[in-house]
């Protein structure tokens, strides 16, 4: 009794170091990359006038971002895995940040799709490299929680880039430089500054955490290896033979729906609040809420998820959710009603992110687990470069965003209508190993 209330005290002890080491820094530096990569949606409603965009030719370029990122994803995970977190991590966000600078001396269309498809092409494996990081770190238990923690710094990130970008657009002129030019020169900074920290405060495995006492060390690599190896007595697959599973296959589809109804959001959204009738100012403030509302949501979701141990319904219901409020905001129209569908979208969609990712790690390990995040996150991000083009195509053929929103709730309700049916007959885990059965 006494032995086990020890073990469990060096358990609470380690989870607490951790979470408070990494957590904080791995949060901030994806809610930088998700700053950069969306701050194009606020430099639109200026820039799109300035170069003579139409709704396409914005749509296209915002999304071409993912069609870098997707091309190097998988090789960029694979680098991280083996030569550790801490300076592939680095070298991504100094590279995304010089890319998303450069984004300001844009001339025209052409040079608008090469720089941001070099964009995603340099921050290419950062998110799938903090699922593999925190694979190492944390026990599966504690992932839902954990992921919770990495995805409010989008909802948080979408809320600050939406005030900060507004005020920042007010600066236009300052040194003859345009509003939009300053919202990409003074954003970029922060990632590289960033990435110098990382270089030298990020640990890349337990064993190297000189931070924590040794039988903290010792008890978090058994109980990691422990549950490993659990995986892996079903059978420790190839990289290839992963990239080829059912599962990941079924999970690569679920996602690329997700992400489709997610950018779709993401990149039209001030331009949707805007129609309202609102200033600049007032649509970077009233474009936070939903965001904002999305956070709760997704501290709920990760929450419940691990209570639970279950992760399917928990997804299929949050998916659910996020078509129901899209549609809702479809048939509000322009109208403070609709920011209530975007902010029960947010929630359904934020919430889903925290019952998606722990399921890859609790039937992969090791490169098999690099290679398959990787893979389905490079494909559920293609939905990065579908959401807006397509939105932004319906929007030039009607005039509206309306119908645009139906198909983003239609892609939200097939990610349910996929997890529901397809994970089901591929086995795609639903439930989280039991720790007793790691140890």
């Not at 990691?224 to 007595?233: K, W, Y």
């Not at 722990?358 to 959401?387: D, E, V």
Request: contains cysteine; proline residues 4%; hydrophobic residues 55%.
């Amino acid at each position: 009794m006494a032995a086990a209330e020890a073990m469990h005290a060096i358990e609470r002890r380690t989870i607490a170091k951790v979470s408070w080491r990494l957590l904080p820094l791995i949060a901030l530096a994806y809610c930088i990359a998700y700053i950069d990569r969306s701050n194009i949606s606020f430099a639109a409603l200026t820039m799109n006038k300035d170069l003579g965009f139409n709704a396409y030719i914005y749509g296209w370029g915002a999304g071409i971002f993912f069609f870098g990122y997707f091309l190097f994803e998988i090789p960029s995970n694979l680098i991280l895995e083996k030569v550790g977190a801490r300076i592939w991590i680095a070298r991504i966000m100094i590279t995304w940040g010089i890319f998303s600078g450069l984004t300001c001396l844009i001339t025209g269309t052409i040079s608008f799709l090469t720089i941001r498809f070099l964009l995603g092409a340099a921050e290419a494996g950062f998110f799938p490299g903090m699922i593999l990081y925190f694979t190492y770190w944390f026990p599966a238990e504690y992932r839902g929680r954990v992921i919770s923690t990495l995805f409010i710094a989008q909802p948080v990130a979408n809320a600050v880039a939406s005030i900060a970008s507004a005020a920042i657009l007010e600066m236009d002129g300052v040194l003859g430089v345009k509003g939009w030019q300053w919202i990409f020169i003074i954003e970029a900074v922060p990632a590289v500054l960033l990435g110098l920290v990382i270089l030298r405060a990020m640990t890349d495995r337990p064993a190297h955490a000189d931070w924590l006492a040794p039988e903290e060390r010792d008890w978090l690599q058994a109980r990691i290896d422990g549950e490993n190896s659990q995986v892996e007595s079903a059978g420790r697959m190839t990289l290839m033979r992963a990239l080829g599973d059912p599962r990941v296959v079924a999970l690569s589809l679920i996602y690329l729906m997700s992400v489709t109804a997610n950018y779709g959001i993401v990149f039209f959204m001030p331009q949707i609040v805007k129609g309202i009738g609102l200033t600049n100012m007032m649509t970077g403030i009233v474009s936070s809420v939903p965001y904002i509302i999305g956070t709760i949501g997704l501290v709920a979701w990760g929450w419940s998820s691990d209570r639970h141990r279950e992760r399917r319904w928990h997804l299929i219901v949050a998916s659910t959710l996020g078509a129901l409020g899209l549609a809702f905001a479809a048939w509000s129209g322009a109208s403070y009603w609709a920011l209530l569908g975007m902010s029960a979208a947010t929630v359904g969609i934020y919430g889903s992110r925290v019952a998606f990712w722990p399921m890859p790690s609790i039937f992969l390990t090791g490169t098999a687990a690099a290679g398959a995040i990787a893979m389905i996150n490079a494909t559920g991000n293609l939905g990065g470069y579908f959401g807006p083009f397509i939105v932004g195509w319906i929007r030039n053929s009607t005039k509206s965003f309306e119908a645009g929103l139906y198909f983003l709730a239609a892609c939200s309700l097939m990610a349910a209508i996929i997890t529901f049916f397809a994970s089901r007959a591929a086995g795609a885990p639903a439930a989280v190993p039991s720790p007793s059965a790691a140890e």
